[in-house]
């Protein structure tokens, strides 16, 4: 973690009069820079307040589930910080499970339920390819909404 992230947190926390271990920095996407940018800067904009993830991942990894309440930094493409999140609700759905509201919340593309899914299988199909898997709209998501409560600005 750079100085920069950690430097923000402890800031927020002195604002916020709160006491706690700088939480996990990361950034949306596949880990290029254009599309932790483009979905960074849309959480910063207030337009995406929600996220999936697949949770085949979370029990390979052997990493506990986000929950809600939980503060994370969002990133952007040259890991700098945007914004600090927290979770406002967390479930487990099918992808086929997924609702046009949580869609919606993902503020990307045309903001339709078509959209998030036709983008979501592409983008499911290719990480699950890469850990020897096959996508299946059965396939259990961890679906996060979240509230901005920072946006970082550079001193």
């Known amino acids: 973690m750079n100085d920069l992230i950690a430097e923000y947190w402890f800031e927020y926390c002195k604002e916020n009069k709160m006491e706690q271990p700088v939480p996990n920095a990361w950034m949306f996407g596949d880990g290029s820079v254009d599309m932790a940018n483009e979905l960074g800067q849309l959480v910063a904009q207030g337009k995406k307040t929600a996220t999936c993830s697949a949770y085949i991942l979370y029990e390979l990894e052997k990493e506990p589930l986000p929950e809600e309440g939980q503060y994370d930094i969002v990133l952007d493409g040259r890991n700098k910080p945007l914004a600090i999140i927290q ?5 487990l759905k099918k992808m086929k499970e997924v609702t046009s509201e949580f869609s919606r919340l993902e503020g990307e593309g045309d903001l339709s339920h078509e959209y998030w899914y036709n983008v979501h299988q592409l983008f499911f199909t290719e ?9 299946s709209d059965d396939m259990l998501l961890v679906c996060e909404t979240f509230k901005v409560v920072s946006k970082y600005t550079e001193h």
Not at 87 to 91: D, K, L, Y
Not at 127 to 135: E, H, R, S, T
Request: hydrophobic residues 45%; negative net charge.
């Open 87 to 91: 979770n406002t609700g967390v479930e």
């Open 127 to 135: 990480l699950l390819a890469d850990i020897g898997k096959n996508f």
